[in-house]
């Protein structure tokens, strides 16, 4: 079956289905769309004009952005102090002892090695 014929088919289904409803779901039907083409029409309007931005609206944009830029300072410095918290928890301080100007023989040392395992 081709493309235009299941339109014409389901074109044809609706409009036999439409007939048997009854007049006064027909009329609250056509209210309906009416109130909602009407609600459509307003709100394109006020989404193309500028002017009918008021302070509020700008207000309330600024309050938004200001919130997010702090949230997310916050959540920078919180995971920067989580980092430095965890840098000796994350193989650092095995990195700074094999990096300090100890002599090897100190790193050898088995009471060394023990008390690091503990």
Known sequence: MKEDQLIELIRKSLDNSSQNI???AQEKLRQSRTKALTLS?????NQDS???LGFSNFKQ????????????SAIATYS?????????DQG??????????MPL???ANPELSQWLEN
């Open 22 to 24: 009854s007049y006064s």
């Open 105 to 107: 023989q100190v790193l």
């Open 50 to 52: 500028t002017i009918t």
């Open 80 to 88: 920067a102090w989580i980092h430095e918290q965890n840098e000796d």
């Open 41 to 45: 029409h307003h709100h394109s309007i």
């Open 61 to 72: 944009q600024w309050v938004a952005v200001l919130g997010s830029l702090v949230l997310i």
């Open 92 to 101: 650092f301080l095995d990195a700074k002892l094999l990096s300090s100007d």
